[in-house]
């Protein structure tokens, strides 16, 4: 698990006065760069790997304007070519959003997923989730 | 089940050439005004009555900016303060992406879920999905 | 002049009730799809040939949830290879919000900005300010 | 000046391959919730007291997925009741936007701007612009 910061911006924030849940699939995105830099070391588009096939997200508690929020990510499957991530949104100690997302090794050239390279699987296996550190799933 | 359409947006593409995952929960949330006035005609803040429990979204097909997207609403169960809307997304006749979303009738001020009356069950009651309106579930 | 439609979805009010200033630049941009379509027919990024150099926007009157956004689009001035198109958003027969776009006509491969082809100058001559269309300016 | 950074996620790069126009009020946005905190130290709603009357933002360089951005904040005038906050995004040592946004201090009750009190405005001067430290402007 690793975490990662982010600080709501005034327009984060709708009409009830809380973090518009639309806003959450982009704060998980960002709080995945560190993942995409495994399979793109240097983030660029034109050899990019991955397709995102799917995310699910849970609104457990509001989030408010005043406070930074921490991204908790975990690697929570991983399979030949497809792997899942679970994350977590807390803020001011709170659990308030959890998500997984499932992601596909992918290549664009022939449009076909492809296994995960053995020492791309064993960073990802360094974030794996176990009955200790996941609080909720 | 009613028709609702987006045209997206040159922003809306990502570094990949396609509409970007987290810019479908938007969408959903646009189209889902027309139930949102179900139980709020008005569309005012100060007596909004719908809390967003949960959303998970599947992505089918890729989306790209050159035409239309139809966005198709439904609403595939119906609980006693809670009710789930089953979205897709369309362009150029092909299924792309399809989403569920959870919502709970909610007393902002008691701070508890309550039931969802009579008069917009019927109206959601409207959209619900049969095994001939949708085509993936 | 054309006229472009949007509607407010949920997430674009922010905590003061209104429709957040952050949102204007994307539904600006969106109303500019024809305009890209004079230069870009096909909509397609691989011969993209427009840059975005500079807006400006100022916020008259607030945009609520409720109603839909007329958004009006002119375009204010035309040079050899850059041109400057002026919008507004109104809301209830309101002038909310104006701002001014200028975009470079530019090939990419070579780095540099091109003069505007004489066929698309006509298209966009079509919408060109004038004292009796612009309500403000 | 105080430096901000922001770090751009996928869905901010557009088709274009760099970080889309639209993105960058959003991060001027986060960059002065510094400033906001001076006017509302609790970042609570109920008594906001700033509206955001105007925006200019000029691109100057492309930015790109692969590297964090620092906004420098500053602020370039102070009047009785409004003021102008100048700020630029820098990615990899080189300039790529500048913007300039004008906030006013304004009183929601009596729906009319009023006088920024002696105190914040000199939390506002310590960011004043001077010859010295604004490269552009």
């Given amino acids: 698990m690793y975490k990662y910061t982010v600080t709501p911006k005034f327009g984060d924030i709708d009409g009830l006065g809380h973090v518009n849940n639309t806003i959450i699939p982009g704060w998980f ?14 983030l660029q588009f034109k050899n990019w790997n991955l397709i995102l096939a799917r995310f699910e997200v849970d609104f457990v508690s509001q989030m408010f ?3 930074d929020v ?20 807390w803020q001011n100690g709170i659990l308030c959003t959890k998500g997984k997302t499932v ?16 020492a791309i699987r064993q960073m990802l296996e360094m974030h794996l989730t176990s ?5 909720v799933n």
Same sequence: chains 1, 2, 3, 4.
């Fill in 131 to 135: 009955d200790q550190t996941v609080s």
């Fill in 70 to 89: 921490e991204i908790h990510t975990y690697v929570s499957r991983i399979g030949r070519s497809s792997f899942e991530v679970y994350q977590e949104a």
């Fill in 29 to 42: 995105e960002q709080a995945r760069n560190r993942i995409y830099g495994y399979f793109n070391p240097e």
């Fill in 103 to 118: 992601l596909v090794h992918f290549d664009f050239k022939e449009q076909k997923s492809q296994a995960i390279p053995q």
């Fill in 65 to 67: 304007y005043h406070a």
